[in-house]
């Protein structure tokens, strides 16, 4: 598995964390999801399927993890989600709301910037 994986799972863990993303943090998650060379979809599914059933807990918590999640328990637990099957996945579907719900608006910031302009030829 490419290393460039590894900091996606980290850039988009960011999403998850008790703090205020701000316009940096935002252009840092975006470079690193870029520069990945994966596409647009393969990242999506990475952020529904494999980084968020780790830390979505952290955005429900009362003193959730504000400095940053270690990086090897996430990519192990990541690298867990990516073997597992439709069971986990339909499982993701019911709960992608409260999943989800903490970070929706930024990840549809980052789609959107991700995406392929319109109209390009």
Excluded at 27 to 41: F, Q, Y
Excluded at 54 to 83: H, I, K, M, T, Y
Excluded at 98 to 106: D, G, I, K, V
């Amino acid at each position: 598995m490419p290393a460039n994986r590894e900091a996606v799972w980290l850039a988009l863990a960011d999403l998850w964390l008790d703090t205020e993303t701000d316009a940096t943090t935002l252009d840092a998650i975006v470079r690193t999801l870029r520069d990945s060379g994966l596409a647009l979809a393969e990242l999506e599914q990475i952020f529904y399927y494999e980084v968020a059933p780790v830390v979505w807990r952290n955005a429900w918590s009362v003193a959730g993890e504000w400095s940053g999640f270690d990086p090897q328990w996430l990519a192990e637990e990541c690298r867990r989600n990516q073997q597992r099957g439709r069971w986990h996945r339909g499982k993701c579907r019911l709960l992608r709301r409260p999943m989800t719900y903490a970070c929706r608006e930024l990840w549809q910031q980052i789609c959107a910037r991700l995406a392929p302009p319109t109209g390009a030829l």
